[in-house]
C-alpha cells in the first residue's frame, strides 16, 4: 500500500507539472486534434489576415515536428537535357536530365510524357507522379493531360545529392521526396505547352504522404490526391498509434531497399546520430504513447492545403490508413474550408479492400477534371460520403429516440446499465454456429491478415475460421498438441482497430495475443465487433442508429458476447438448427470447451465491453480489462483523454451518455459499481500509468473504492509502468492471472 501511495503522488506531481507545462500551449494534450483555425495560443482566427499568420505557425510546426527543414534557398537550374525523345501512338517521351547550382552539381533525371496535341496554343494539364506509379500517368494521357514522371519512390530514389548537398536541412526523407517534386516543378513550368495553372500531384502509401507534402508547401499544386497515405499524413497520430493496433511514431523507422543506403532502423533506441534516410525526424519517436502532446497533427497539411482541391483516397480496412482516423482528419480540415467558402474541394473517396488493390484511376482524373473546369464531371459527383460521421445533436432530437426515465439509484445495476445501452432487438436466438458460406471466407481471411487457410496450423498454433451468433465470422486458436479431454476457453475483444478488427496490424509484442493464450493451453475465440474490420459497415452510426434508434452500438457488442459464449458451450454432438455442424466442414473439430472456464478478456474498447458482458452473462469465470475503462463520472481530464465524449460521440458507442454533459456524477452507473456487483467473479484490471486515454488517478480511486465496498472481492489489479500498448508486459499479466485464477484474492500482481 505504501508503493501504490508512493506511485499515486508520483502520478500527482506529473499531471501538476502536465498541467503547468502546458499552460500557455494549450493544444498541447489534447486528446482531439489541434483546432486548425485557432493559434497555438488559443487565440481564434477571425478573419483572412489572421488565417494567413495561422498557416505560416502550422507550416512551422509541421517542419520542427515532423518533416524536417529544407534548404533556405531553392538552388537554380543550370542546365537541362533531352537525353532520349521519341514518338509512339500520338505520345510524345522525354527524358530529361536536370542540374542545379549546388557544390556538387545535384541532378535527377525526369520522365515526361505528353500528347502530341499539346501546345502553346493549347496547353495540357499537368499530372506528376513518381517512378512506381508511372503506368498511372498513361491513364493521365489518355484523359488529355501531360504527365511527369519523378524519381522520388523507394525503386528510384534520386534524391541523395541533395542530401549531401545541403547538410544543415534537417529533411526526412519523405520530406525531401516531395521537395524534389518542386523542383521538377520548377524546369516543367518552363514549357509553353504544360498549363502552370492545372498542376496535379499524387501517390498511393509513402508516395501518398509525399504528395500531400509536396502540396502543403509548393501552392503550384493546384489539386492532389493521397491515396492510402496514413500517418503522419492524412491520418494523425492521435487516432492511430498502438492503442488501435495502427502505426505508432516507433514504427515510423524504415526498412527500407538497400539501393538507397539508408541508415535508419525501426528501433529508436539503435537509431545513427546522423541519419541518411529516416522518413521523418528522429524527434518524432519520443511521443511514443503520448502523441497528443504533439503541438500539431498532420491534420495541418490540409489547413496549407486549403483552399485547393483535396482528395484522399482511402480503403475500408487499410491497415495503414484507418478511416476513423481519416474521418477525424478530414472533420477538421472540412472547417478551414468552410471557412474559405469551398467546402466542396475536400472529399474523400472510399474503395473496398485494404491498402492495395481497387484503385479507381479513372476516377482521379474525375477529380483532377472537377478541379481544373475540363470535361463533364462536376462536385456533385463527389458527395460527402462518412462512415464515421455522428451528429450527437441530430440523434438527440430526432423523433425516433425516446428519452426514458433515468433509473434510480437503487434500481439493480442490470436494470442501470441495460438503461444505458437502450433497447434493443430481442434475443440473441441460442445458436452454436455452422459451417454455411465458411469455405467462401477465406479471402478474406486473407486480406484482412487473419491467415491464408480457413484451417492451418502455425508454430503449434491451429487455427479454424468459424461462423456463429447473428453471422458473425470468427477465428478460434488452440495449441496443436493438447493431453487434457477439454481445455478452457478465452474470447478476445479487440480496441478502436476500426481498419483490421483483432488483427494487430502495427505489433509491438513478441507473439499475438490470441496466439500466446493459445500456446499457453486456451482455446482462444477471435473475431470482428459490430463496427469494426470485415464488420465495419455493419456498425456505421448512420446506419446502425436509422436501424436502431434507442439501442447503441455498446448493447449490440455486448450481445455478442453472449452469443460467442452460446457457440462455445454448445455441445459439438448436440441439436444443430443453424444446418451442419462446424466439424462437418472441416472434418475434425476443436477441443472440448471446459463451460465452467470460458473467459472474457478485452484491450481498450474490448476491456469495456467485457466488463459490460460480464454483468449479463453469469457463464462468464472470469473477465480482464487490459486499458479498458477511464471512469464515467470523473471527467476532469477529457480534454487530454476524449473522456465520455469519445464513448457517445467520436465512436458513437452508448449515445445515451451523452445526456449528462457537464454533470458526469449524474450518471446511473460507474466502473466500481460494476466491479462490486462482480465481487465473486475473477476480474483483471491492468492499468497503464502512462495511458493518454485514461486517469490513473480516477481508476485507482475506482479500485480503492471496490476495495472498500466489497473487501472480500476477486478482483486482481496490475499496474504498469509500460506505454499503453499490447505488448509482453501486459501479456505476461494476463496469462499470469489466467493461471493463477485458483489463487487470487484481494492482492495486486507486482507493478509491471
Not at 493521397?226 to 524504415?254: D, H, I, K, L
Not at 484522399?312 to 480540415?333: K, L, N, Q
Not at 494487430?504 to 474490420?533: P, W
Request: charged share 20%; hydrophobic share 35%; glycine share 6%.
Amino acid at each position: 500500500r505504501e508503493s501504490v501511495k508512493a506511485m499515486l503522488l508520483q502520478c500527482a506531481a506529473l499531471v501538476a507539472a502536465f498541467c503547468a507545462c502546458f499552460a500557455g500551449e494549450p493544444h498541447k494534450g489534447l486528446a482531439d486534434l489541434p483546432p486548425l483555425l485557432e493559434f497555438s495560443d488559443g487565440t481564434p482566427v477571425e478573419s483572412l489576415r489572421d488565417w494567413q499568420r495561422r498557416k505560416d505557425e502550422i507550416r512551422d510546426l509541421l517542419t520542427q515536428n515532423y518533416y524536417g527543414s529544407v534548404p533556405e534557398e531553392v538552388p537554380a537550374i543550370i542546365s537541362s537535357s533531352v537525353t532520349n525523345k521519341s514518338t509512339d501512338r500520338g505520345v510524345i517521351r522525354h527524358l530529361i536530365n536536370i542540374m542545379f547550382n549546388t557544390p556538387n552539381k545535384a541532378h535527377f533525371t525526369l520522365e515526361l510524357l505528353y500528347p502530341e496535341t499539346c501546345s502553346p496554343l493549347k496547353k495540357c494539364p499537368l499530372f506528376m507522379t513518381q517512378t512506381n506509379h508511372r503506368r498511372w500517368a498513361l491513364i493521365g494521357i489518355s484523359r488529355g493531360y501531360a504527365a511527369a514522371v519523378y524519381p522520388g519512390a523507394d525503386s528510384n530514389d534520386q534524391t541523395d545529392p541533395f542530401r549531401l548537398a545541403y547538410p544543415k536541412s534537417t529533411w526526412g526523407l519523405i520530406r525531401r521526396r516531395a521537395w524534389l517534386a518542386s523542383r521538377a516543378v520548377d524546369y516543367l513550368v518552363t514549357l509553353d505547352f504544360i498549363d502552370s495553372n492545372k498542376i496535379a500531384i499524387t501517390g498511393h502509401s509513402r508516395n501518398g504522404k509525399q504528395s500531400m507534402i509536396a502540396a502543403a508547401f509548393d501552392d503550384r499544386f493546384a489539386a492532389v490526391i493521397s491515396s492510402s497515405s496514413g500517418v503522419p499524413a492524412m491520418s494523425p497520430y492521435r487516432f492511430t498509434s498502438a492503442f488501435t493496433f495502427s502505426e505508432s511514431p516507433s514504427s515510423a523507422w524504415p526498412n527500407a531497399p538497400s539501393n538507397l543506403n539508408c541508415t535508419c532502423t525501426r528501433t529508436p533506441d539503435h537509431r545513427p546520430p546522423v541519419p541518411q534516410c529516416c522518413w521523418w525526424l528522429p524527434s518524432v519517436t519520443q511521443f511514443e504513447g503520448r502523441e497528443n502532446e504533439i503541438p500539431i497533427d498532420s491534420h495541418g497539411l490540409l489547413a496549407l492545403i486549403a483552399p485547393r482541391f483535396m482528395l484522399s483516397e482511402c480503403a475500408w480496412t487499410d491497415p495503414c490508413d484507418p478511416s476513423f482516423a481519416v474521418e477525424r482528419s478530414y472533420a477538421t480540415g472540412r472547417e478551414v474550408y468552410r471557412f474559405l467558402n469551398v467546402s466542396d474541394r475536400l472529399r474523400i473517396h472510399y474503395r473496398p479492400g485494404q491498402h492495395h488493390g481497387f484503385e479507381d484511376l479513372e476516377n482521379y482524373f474525375d477529380w483532377y477534371d472537377v478541379a481544373f473546369g475540363l470535361g463533364s464531371a462536376s462536385s456533385r459527383d463527389f458527395p460527402e460520403e462518412l462512415l464515421h460521421n455522428f451528429d450527437w445533436d441530430v440523434w438527440n432530437s430526432s423523433a425516433a429516440t425516446s428519452h426514458p426515465d433515468v433509473p434510480k439509484a437503487m434500481a439493480s445495476i442490470e436494470e442501470r446499465i441495460s438503461w444505458m445501452l437502450g433497447e434493443g432487438p430481442a434475443g440473441p436466438v441460442w445458436s452454436p454456429g455452422g459451417s454455411y458460406a465458411v469455405e467462401y471466407h477465406g479471402y478474406i481471411d486473407d486480406m484482412l491478415a487473419k491467415g491464408s487457410e480457413l484451417y492451418e496450423v502455425s508454430d503449434g498454433v491451429v487455427k479454424m475460421t468459424v461462423n456463429f451468433g447473428r453471422y458473425i465470422y470468427g477465428n478460434v486458436y488452440y495449441p496443436e498438441h493438447y493431453s487434457k479431454k477439454s481445455i478452457p476457453a478465452v474470447i478476445w475483444l479487440h480496441p478502436f482497430s476500426y481498419q483490421g478488427g483483432y488483427v494487430e496490424n502495427y505489433s509491438h509484442d513478441s507473439q499475438r495475443m490470441y496466439k500466446q493464450l493459445a500456446l499457453e493451453g486456451f482455446l482462444v475465440l477471435a473475431y470482428d465487433q459490430v463496427g469494426f474490420g470485415e464488420r465495419l459497415l455493419d456498425g456505421t452510426p448512420s446506419k446502425f442508429y436509422k436501424r436502431y434508434p434507442n439501442w447503441s452500438l455498446l448493447g449490440s457488442m455486448v450481445q455478442d458476447v453472449r452469443s460467442a459464449i452460446d457457440f462455445l458451450a454448445a455441445d459439438p454432438k448436440g441439436s444443430h438448427p443453424d444446418g451442419l455442424p462446424v466439424f462437418s466442414f472441416y472434418h475434425s473439430h476443436y477441443p472440448s470447451i471446459q463451460t465452467d472456464h470460458i473467459y472474457v478478456i478485452g484491450y481498450s474498447l474490448g476491456g469495456l465491453v467485457a466488463l459490460h458482458s460480464a454483468v449479463f452473462d453469469s457463464r462468464i469465470a472470469g473477465v480482464a480489462s487490459l486499458a479498458g475503462f477511464t471512469p464515467l463520472r470523473d471527467d476532469s481530464l477529457s480534454s487530454r483523454t476524449g473522456g465520455n465524449r469519445r464513448l457517445y460521440e467520436w465512436h458513437a458507442l452508448v449515445p445515451r451518455l451523452g445526456w449528462f454533459q457537464g454533470k458526469a456524477t449524474k450518471i446511473p452507473y460507474d466502473f466500481d459499481d460494476i466491479l462490486v456487483y462482480l465481487k465473486d467473479t475473477s476480474v483483471l484490471v491492468y492499468s497503464p500509468k502512462s495511458d493518454r486515454t485514461a486517469d490513473f488517478q480516477a481508476v485507482q480511486r475506482v479500485i480503492d473504492s471496490v476495495g472498500n465496498r466489497a473487501p472480500n472481492n476477486s478482483l486482481t489489479f496490475a499496474i504498469s509502468s509500460y506505454l499503453n500498448q499490447v505488448n509482453d508486459q501486459m501479456q505476461t499479466a494476463t496469462v499470469t492471472w489466467l493461471h493463477g485464477l485458483h489463487h487470487i484474492g484481494s492482492e495486486s500482481l507486482d507493478t509491471l
